[in-house]
């Protein structure tokens, strides 16, 4: 392998702006003009999606009740039911319809009113292009939304759960005088959980900071810790793992699996030569790649494996709205093979960094997918990448 850096594009914004016909989606704006200007900017779908268009929350949830809908789009400051209170309506009335805030500049109070029960939140004015784009990507995953109490668990997904230990550190660390980010940022990148929020509100424009972050160490540092502390006080955001009813515990193979695979990731990407973006969305990816277990841990309490932890997982962080190449990079981490189109270029890194990362929990052999990696020229690596992983495990995450 060259050193090179991984194929990753904004491709949601190149890709043809398509949704499943028949998708509903509804606007609310009370500005007149707004909803104007949205009529015109999606014209040329009004034959493929059944669109509506209203002036306020009340007539929207009115429009609700008679009618179900895949996608809310509201703005925030409106007479009456203000965009936070519709959109918590809607997460609690519909739980299975996407929500998307379509605003101007909001202070910090008004976004930690909505941060926990939106799914994206995107400024004005937002050109047509990527408007269009981020509703077609919330329903990326349609036929899994048909699978019932599975798509509606992660359309209500608001956090996913955290080792209590790592959540009350972290709790504790924020709440000093004078925070130590350097502690901060490894809690993060200890939990794929508290990880996946972090990344879903800096890839969105709920406070205004730059889109299209792969790196946890950067998404932590941009949003700052005055705003971190906020957000953990903030009730939604993020959540300590409860017990389950009987008072068993849940095995934190999960946790731990995880945060191996992105250190191995991160040493493989280092090894191959790999940019720094490339190294992040290595680590990152592999950090990320088993959050379709904690939807399951959210509906079961115990974190069954439904088969579909990929699948889910992708599902979820393209819901999110984090950047389209982990989100390729998690749904196809233990299938690789299976990728529709071009697959990023720190693929075969993360699917293996994966895989040693799963043996070394479950102490069985690795489950690779030998036909890929032969396919992309990397077969011949994965000795040497086995012993990169030994070292890592051995010595403790890489610097």
């Known amino acids: 392998m060259s050193s090179r850096s991984p194929a990753h594009s904004q491709r949601h914004d190149r890709k043809e702006c398509r949704l499943p016909e028949g998708a509903r989606v509804l606007f609310v704006d009370d500005e007149p003009r707004v909803l104007d200007g949205l009529r015109r900017m999606l ?109 509606t668990a992660i359309v209500a997904t608001e956090s996913l759960p955290s080792p209590s230990g790592i959540y009350h550190a972290m709790l504790a660390e924020l709440r000093k005088p004078e925070p130590d980010a350097a502690k901060v940022v490894r809690h993060f990148e200890r939990d794929p959980g508290m990880a996946a929020k972090l990344l879903q509100i800096v890839n969105s424009a709920f406070f205004g900071v730059p889109r299209e972050t792969g790196s946890v160490r950067r998404a932590a540092s941009v949003l700052g810790l005055d705003t971190i502390a906020a957000l953990f006080e903030t ?74 932890r990929g699948e889910v997982g992708g599902y979820l962080l393209g819901l999110w709205g984090l950047p389209e190449e982990i989100v390729e990079l998690v749904a196809f981490h233990d299938r690789p093979s299976a990728h529709p189109g071009e697959p990023p270029g720190v693929l075969a ?51």
Not at 123 to 148: F, M, N, Q, V, Y
Not at 242 to 266: E, Q, Y
Not at 280 to 299: E, I
Not at 369 to 389: C, K
Request: glycine content about 10%; charged content about 25%.
């Open 43 to 151: 014209r040329s779908r009004r034959r493929e999606w059944d669109m509506r268009f209203v002036a306020s929350g009340g007539e929207a949830l009115a429009l609700m009740e008679e009618h179900p809908f895949d996608v809310v789009v509201s703005d925030m400051r409106m007479p009456g039911i203000h965009g936070g209170e519709l959109l918590a309506r809607v997460r609690s009335e519909h739980p299975t319809t996407v929500r998307i805030v379509l605003s101007g500049q909001a202070n910090r109070a008004d976004v930690l009113k909505v941060v926990h029960s939106a799914h994206q939140y995107l400024a004005k004015p937002c050109p047509p292009d990527h408007l269009c784009a981020t509703i077609a990507r919330a329903l990326a995953g349609w036929e899994l939304r048909a699978a019932g109490p599975l798509a």
């Open 235 to 308: 009730e939604g955001v993020f959540r300590p793992l409860r017990m389950v009813p009987d008072g068993g515990g849940v095995d934190d193979g999960l946790w731990v699996t995880s945060s191996r695979a992105s250190d191995i990731a991160r040493a493989l990407a280092v090894e191959e030569g790999f940019d720094g973006r490339g190294v992040d969305y290595a680590s990152t990816s592999a950090l990320l790649h088993l959050v379709g277990g904690l939807v399951d841990l959210g509906m079961s309490g115990r974190g069954g494996d439904n088969g579909m």
């Open 349 to 399: 890194t993360v699917h293996v960094a994966c895989a040693l990362a799963a043996a070394s929990t479950s102490k069985s052999p690795p489950v690779l997918d030998t036909a890929y990696l032969s396919g992309v020229q990397v077969l011949d690596r994965v000795e040497d990448w086995r012993s990169v992983a030994q070292r890592v495990l051995s010595e403790g995450a890489p610097k």
